[in-house]
């Protein structure tokens, strides 16, 4: 059972266009993180997301946490080739243990 | 700064052979995890543990076993193995709580179950 889905699993647009990707569950987590992935390397944190509502910015990213504290989306304004990666979400289940969610891959074309 | 350090990159075993995933940290860090990534599934918990002497399964134990001797290694390992354990293994050390809480991942190892 995926206790975390991502939507969508696969996007690739045009440099300069803005994206959003989703990370929904029926439970409630006491942080949620996003992470980016490249190719034969592993997951690299991006940022934690802690309290209901919040919003944090990183350059282009936007991360925000849903009210409830059960979903949590990320923006890209003005999509870079640099952005092409895999990017996951993973929700705090206590003493360290994540739950993944099955990542979205992007791809940004020049 | 080595980091997390995961040995060996890559590993093709027949479908009954053992073997060891190693992972070292020099961070210090008390916690530690094992995940492994398939297509479509995201990373899932293999077993974790807060501490040296200290380990504890996660969502898909069956078939690894895992100890924690020193603060420094977490080394899991395949008793038995089988088509269904090719995947892509990663292990974590991580210090923090909520906001402050902060995983770092190795480069992960390939393995194939023949």
């Known amino acids: 059972t995926q206790l975390l889905e991502q939507s969508p699993q696969f996007l690739s647009i045009q440099e300069g266009e803005n994206l959003t990707v989703y990370c929904n569950s029926s439970s409630v987590f006491s942080s949620l993180q996003w992470y980016r992935q490249e190719p034969g390397e592993g997951p690299v944190l991006l940022v934690t997301v802690v309290t209901g509502g919040e919003v944090k910015k990183l350059k282009r990213l936007t991360f925000q946490f849903g009210d409830a504290r059960k979903d949590s989306s990320l923006h890209i304004t003005a999509a870079q080739p640099g952005d092409t990666g895999l990017y996951l979400c993973a929700g705090n289940q206590g003493a360290q243990k994540l739950v993944f969610g099955q990542g979205t891959r992007l791809t940004i074309n020049p | 700064n080595a980091g997390v350090t995961q040995t060996p990159k890559f590993q093709v075993l027949k479908t009954g052979q053992s073997m060891t995933l190693q992972c070292a940290q020099d961070m210090n860090h008390e916690y530690m995890s094992w995940y492994r990534q398939d297509p479509g599934m995201g990373l899932r918990l293999i077993h974790y543990s807060v501490g040296a002497g200290i380990t504890d399964q996660g969502e898909v134990p069956n078939g690894y076993n895992v100890s924690r001797s020193t603060t420094e290694d977490f080394p899991l390992r395949l008793l038995s193995a089988a088509p269904s354990q090719t995947s892509v293994y990663f292990c974590?050390?991580?210090?923090?709580?909520?906001?402050?809480?902060?995983?770092?991942f190795g480069s992960g190892t390939q393995l194939s179950v023949l």
């Open positions: 974590a050390s991580s210090y923090g709580q909520g906001a402050n809480e902060k995983l770092f």
